[in-house]
């Protein structure tokens, strides 16, 4: 029943693109279709939580597809986490895309890819065998890159769905391999028949490593991510909100269900491989994040590391899960899908916050804008509370899950293996730096944008947004608050989702006194949300009204102080990239071969000093340079090969076949 | 929790005073920190005008988040009425939170003087906040535990021995806890010289009753970092969760006596050391935190060490 409301939703879905195709020009249709995908989110979003409550599994089978495999569906507490996830996050970008979707100049390229994307998301997490579920996800990659495209005129954009279209069919090619490895040679495409057989040792290896790259590179993983940060920021912004906060959680979902679901028991190294992956990924994303000025950019990045979050919770699952220890395996898992809700809630609002300001002064650079918290001082209070949540400050939801990732690391000297014990505090010290690097890097975000005098006119003439986008956003703005003061309720809503995967979960949460967390026990570690928030809220108004009562109440505005000798021009305020300059000296120069450059002239001379900042991705030079280069250089030498005659093409013929023959000769 | 907010600048007078007599000064009076309060508190606020929404409430904010952190640590006893609402790495977050707001407040009249402490601040709080967590990993994993009563119980029990990573831990919080309470040789609380301020560059546009409130908690910040390393590496005298009169009276006597060891300490170290070039800062957190994940690492290699 569940399975057929989600598959009349995802046509719905289908039937409101089909619509927008032919009346996107029409004023009313922007409204009408963005209206309809919200209720339609909605339902969804509402019949995903029901399923998430029952823990049954539901399956259904449709007769479309391959005639002797059909189409077939399902829906447990794993993947209904997942659609509520997804649905929560696309209702939120619809609703908002009621206010935002006005200001779009050609709709029709937006409107219909819109729904279809929305569609495609829902599918692969519905699909119950590997052909439905790789034929969803080609169609979620191309309807996203549709709208990556939506904006085709600029060549950035061309360049960013281009790189966007050939990591998506690499991707989409690795996971077809690694389900074709699966299926073994019997064809098993169903996942309850993969289940049922596990492949042995060596195909196992071969699948997860096709699967690191096929889930991984549309989740964003070092060194798979280079696509994300190009192409994220190219779409409008709520399809950003959706590829960020949203779509790179479908890739997570898929690593889950094929690793940690279908392929049977894991080695113990695969948590090596996973937390070291996860490990650097959240460094590496941070540090790329920091050293940007373009505000949509800077928040792709951002997703790149917090998907290495999530990876280390996936990593340490894996690695508990091959030593048996599954009470502590649950912690992780829950800490994993805890952020993966957590990310996409924050960056969705983040996202929605750019592109309130996109719309309010046409400007993406950090370094155009400034002093918007005069003049948005609704977004801004979203937006920084978004900020918060990232960074991962109490009270708020990020905080939480990065805690119980922490607890799941305190636990694992229990591990045997010495890689393990080895590696694990190593991310520990990882992802506390990417803790703290994500702070720098947000309040250089909000601090550029929203805080200090406007740099430009567009900055100076910004209006407040409209209505639609800032309920939207304050509504995202309390779940951050409500899910980082009652994490417990979090908690036991994810319950059932790990117990389907591990066959444990952890303890209930709803029944301890206070509404506090123990992830083991009390006396081990435990944390109360609603009292600190409490806590803070008292504090900060019993000393605000002691100083009400206590001292002096005289205000006076004056020119601000600045050390005495204050400079009116804007330009002279700290710009994105001066305040990441100290970051970028301590890291940059190894990772990012960042050099800089002063050049003062001469006593005399009148020529402005100059410095120049130089980075260069290494990754991109030593990895996709490289490959890319290669593959330039081979099609210009085979290029000979079209311009034969008649004759050498027989040859060549003759002697492909000789070769083949051969070949199987000596193969035989 | 009213306490420590009365005994707070008590230590900041009580360091001031020892620093002027070791350089041979007459120095402040004691009470002194209490009376720049009483006065700032009197005085009107000067506010920039582009002074936003964000400036004004960052004050009691930074002051209430700080509060709660001083609030967690155990000073004289042991048995914290709320010790189980947060745990030792929600206390470091809980600072983080503070010094998100103060940063965020340096930027907002849009002075280069904010800019530069600002950045500066978030760099060397982005090597410091790693280091302190990879402290709270060696505690917590030696104790079992990351709340601080647990820790605080488990360091006088007598199976702690005498343990290398210990050693490195206390190295490591003393050089995280120098660098978060911007001492010498990271920042220097006197100065006003313009390249070399870090903390005072941040609140160089407050005044008033901001500027107290401020003030106020970063001398709490210092008294917490202090009460977390007498609590965790000098524990004896504390006074356990059930005890009499008698146990709360020798147990504040016994931190008087470990405050005023160790405010003595800081300010022979602050007066012995020069101040440090800011890019230099970070080789000295970086060895911090070297020295923090050392001692996670020997932990997790094996329980005995």
């Known amino acids: 029943m569940p399975v057929a409301i989600l598959l009349w939703c995802v046509l719905a879905y289908l039937l409101v693109a089909a619509f927008s195709v032919g009346l996107a020009k029409r004023p009313f249709t922007t409204s009408v279709v963005y209206a309809a995908t919200a209720l339609i989110s909605v339902v969804a979003c509402v019949t995903a939580l029901f399923c998430l409550n029952s823990s049954q599994i539901a399956t259904l089978r449709l007769p479309l597809g391959l005639p002797w495999l059909g189409a077939s569906f399902h829906i447990d507490a794993l993947s209904a986490f997942f659609l509520v996830v997804v649905n929560l996050g696309t209702a939120a970008a619809s609703a908002y895309a009621l206010g935002y979707g006005r200001h779009e100049t050609s709709p029709e390229r937006v409107l ?77 495409y169903g996942f309850d028949e993969i289940r ?368 005495g000798y204050p400079e009116k021009s804007p330009l002279t305020q700290y710009t994105a990239g001066s305040f990441a300059q100290p970051i970028r000296r301590v890291f940059g120069t190894l990772i990012f071969r960042a050099r800089e450059r002063v050049e003062i002239p001469p006593p005399g001379d009148t020529r402005p000093a100059k410095i120049e900042v130089n980075l260069e991705d290494v990754i991109w030079d030593v990895l996709y340079a490289p490959i890319s280069g290669s593959i330039a250089f081979l099609a210009d030498r085979l290029n000979v090969l079209q311009f034969l005659t008649i004759r050498r093409y027989l040859t060549l013929v003759f002697g492909a076949l000789v070769v083949l023959l051969l070949a199987i000769a000596i193969w035989r | 929790m009213l306490l420590v907010v009365l005994l707070a600048p008590l230590i900041t007078g009580l360091i001031r005073k020892m620093k002027a007599r070791l350089l041979r000064r007459q120095g402040p009076p004691l009470l002194q920190p209490y009376r720049d309060l009483s006065r700032l508190l ?55 939170s503070a010094r998100f707001l103060l940063a965020l407040a340096g930027m907002d009249i849009g002075t280069s003087f904010g800019g530069i402490g600002s950045s500066r601040e978030v760099m060397i709080a982005s090597l410091a906040e790693p280091a302190m967590i990879m402290i709270i990993f060696s505690l917590a994993l030696l104790a079992g535990t990351t709340q601080l009563s647990g820790i605080a119980q488990y360091m006088v029990s007598p199976d702690v021995g005498l343990r290398v990573t210990l050693g490195l831990a206390l190295v490591s919080l003393i050089m995280v806890g120098i660098a978060e309470n911007a001492r010498i040789p990271v920042d220097n609380p006197a100065t006003h010289l313009e390249l070399t301020m870090v903390h005072e560059a941040m609140i160089l546009e407050y005044s008033g009753r901001h500027l107290a409130l401020i003030e106020l908690a970063a001398s709490l910040k210092l008294l917490v970092y202090l009460s977390l390393i007498v609590c965790v590496f000098l524990p004896w005298g504390i006074a356990p969760a059930a005890g009499a009169g008698i146990d709360f009276a020798i147990g504040a006597a016994a931190f008087a006596a470990k405050l005023t060891v160790a405010c003595f300490g800081l300010a022979i170290f602050e007066t012995a050391i020069a101040k440090m070039r800011v890019f230099r800062v970070p080789t000295f957190l970086g060895a911090a935190l070297m020295l923090g994940l050392l001692g996670a690492l020997l932990l997790f290699v094996s329980r005995g060490l």
Request: proline share 5%; with cysteine.
């Open chain 1, 196 to 563: 049922a057989h596990h492949p042995d040792a060596l195909y196992s290896v071969l699948v997860l490593g096709l699967v690191l790259i096929g889930a991984g590179s549309k989740a964003g993983l070092v060194p798979l991510h280079v696509w994300l940060p190009l192409a994220h920021p190219a779409a409008p912004s709520h399809v950003s909100a959706l590829m960020s906060g949203v779509m790179t959680k479908v890739a997570v979902y898929a690593f889950i269900r094929i690793v940690l679901d279908l392929l049977g028991p894991p080695a113990w190294w695969w948590g090596v491989v996973v937390l070291g992956l996860g490990g650097i990924t959240s460094l590496m994303g941070v540090l790329y994040a920091l050293m940007q000025h373009d505000l949509k950019r800077l928040l792709a990045y951002h997703t790149v590391e917090n998907i290495g979050i999530i990876f280390i919770g996936l990593g340490l699952t894996l690695a508990f899960r091959a030593n048996g220890l599954m009470a502590t395996a649950a912690l992780a898992l829950t800490a994993a899908l805890f952020h993966v809700f957590n990310h996409s809630i924050f960056k969705s609002l983040l996202f929605f916050g750019s592109g309130a300001i996109l719309t309010a002064t046409g400007e993406r650079d950090m370094e155009h804008l400034g002093g918007l918290i005069h003049r948005m001082p609704l977004t801004a209070f979203a937006f920084l509370v978004g900020c918060a949540a990232i960074s991962a400050l109490p009270p708020l939801n990020g905080f939480v899950s990065e805690w119980l990732t922490f607890q799941a690391i305190l636990l694992s000297p229990e591990l045997s293996q010495w890689g393990l014990k080895l590696i694990v505090p190593a991310v520990g010290a990882m992802l506390a730096l990417s803790a703290a690097l994500a702070a720098a890097c947000f309040v250089k975000a909000f601090g550029i944008t929203f805080l200090g005098r406007a740099r430009t006119r567009a900055a100076e003439a910004a209006k407040e947004t409209d209505r639609f986008s800032l309920a939207v956003m304050f509504g995202f703005a309390a779940i951050c608050l409500l899910a980082g003061i009652l994490p417990g309720f979090v908690i036991d809503a994810i319950a059932p989702a790990v117990q389907i995967i591990l066959g444990g979960h952890m303890p209930h949460q709803a029944s301890v006194p206070w509404l506090s967390i123990v992830p083991i026990a009390q006396n081990r570690s435990s944390y109360n949300g609603l009292l600190v928030f409490m806590f803070i809220a008292i504090s900060a108004s019993m000393s605000a009204y002691a100083i009400h009562v206590l001292a002096s109440k005289v205000v006076r505005r004056a020119p601000a102080w600045d050390g």
């Open chain 1, 112 to 188: 219909p890819f819109f729904a279809a994307f929305l569609a495609g998301m829902n599918l692969v997490v519905l699909a119950d065998d590997a052909f439905t579920f790789l034929l969803a996800w080609e169609f979620m990659s191309l309807t996203s890159w549709a709208l990556v495209l939506a904006h085709h005129r600029s060549p950035e954009n061309i360049r960013a769905s281009y790189i966007y279209i050939l990591m998506a069919s690499f991707g989409t090619f690795a996971l077809l391999l690694a389900y074709g490895l699966l299926a073994g040679p019997a064809g098993h």
């Open chain 2, 42 to 96: 009197h005085k009107e606020v000067v506010l920039a005008e582009n002074a936003s929404w964000l400036f004004r409430a960052a004050p009691y904010l930074i002051f209430a988040t700080t509060w709660v952190a001083a609030a967690l640590v155990p000073t004289f006893a042991r048995g914290l009425l709320f010790s189980w609402t947060a745990d030792l790495i929600a206390l470091v977050a809980l600072l983080g």
